[in-house]
């Protein structure tokens, strides 16, 4: 009897890299790749800076302009997507789920994403990359702008004492971080004492304040407060980095050290570990995603397609 190999590969930023690894590692002997499920996030997108929003709050600097709204998939992450595309392509082939210079059969690829612009548009985009010309549909609910319910990550327990544990797990997770140092270096840079915030809502300080956690049934775990605020700025300088903007353009040039990075970095690598990560969110929050996964490699492997490319966010 033939074995079989199940395998989900994960596409996010480092695939490119991680995926020159996979190249390398051969399926156990007697075991042959039937399956492979991709599941990414959306490619470079611009940040929100409208008027009000907590970037224009934070500073009284100006943002740089952008090529396409807030929110949306900009040109080179479109441009990068292909290239991810191409790239997965010509590992698929290797793999023998896909064929060199043919396009693949009817069923055999399923794309399905988040019913978002800049989520559409990536798989598009990577479908274009991988699947040049092959009429390969990217399937998403017909309301743009909503979030698909299989993508979104928010509370499905309804109960106040899941609420209560959820709220002390994401507590308990922000508890275990230092980040004096990266809020110190944040108001530096913005000039936050000069800032909307301060000047009309005496909120001074980001090392002094209190973060709030929340988690509502039917929302995404939230939180108000410093925490907030550092993601969303160092997620804008990051996107510019990624982007390519000029060295002056990226938190206004004030960026100028690796060392820097590492430290704005744990403002935002802490806003989503102390949201998601914790054991009791994470299972809740994922269980809509996992469940379709669970699905397409498990439950119904015999009749789903040989690659499935998830994105969402």
């Known amino acids: 009897m033939r074995k079989s190999l199940l395998a989900g590969a994960i596409a996010a930023g480092v695939l490119l890299s991680a995926g020159v690894q996979a190249q390398d590692q051969a399926a156990p002997q007697g075991y042959q790749l039937q399956q492979v499920l991709i599941m990414s996030r959306h490619n ?5 800076a409208n008027n009000g929003s907590v970037l224009e709050q934070s500073t009284p600097k100006s943002w740089p302009e952008w090529d396409v709204p807030g929110g949306q998939l900009t040109t080179k992450g479109g441009v990068l997507e292909v290239y991810m595309g191409h790239y997965m392509r010509e590992w698929l082939a290797q793999q023998k789920l896909v064929t060199s210079g043919e396009c ?114 039917q929302q995404e775990p939230g939180v108000s407060g410093p925490l907030k605020v550092g993601n969303s700025l160092v997620d804008a300088f990051t996107l510019q980095y990624y982007e390519g903007f000029p060295q002056d353009q990226v938190a206004w040039g004030e960026i100028k050290t690796d060392k820097q990075w590492q430290v704005l970095s744990k403002l935002k690598n802490g806003y989503q570990d102390s949201l998601f990560t914790s054991t009791e969110v994470a299972r809740n929050v994922a269980k809509p995603l996992v469940k379709y996964i669970d699905k397409a490699l498990v439950g119904d492997a015999a009749q789903a397609a040989k690659v499935t490319l998830l994105v969402g966010a």
């Open 104 to 217: 693949p059969p009817d069923n055999a690829v399923y794309a399905y994403a988040n019913s978002l612009q800049r989520t559409v548009a990536t798989a598009q985009f990577f479908i274009t990359g991988a699947f040049p010309g092959c009429g390969v549909t990217v399937h998403h609910q017909p309301q743009m702008g909503t979030m698909d319910p299989t993508f979104n990550p928010v509370i499905t327990d309804d109960s106040a004492a899941f609420s209560e544990k959820a709220v002390q797990a994401m507590e308990a997770e922000r508890q275990k971080m230092q980040l004096t140092e990266s809020y110190k270096l944040l108001e530096e840079m913005t000039d936050y004492r000069n800032s909307p915030s301060c000047k009309e809502k005496q909120q001074c300080s980001l090392s002094d304040g209190k973060d709030t956690f929340s988690a509502k049934y």
């Open 44 to 48: 470079l997108r611009a940040p929100l």
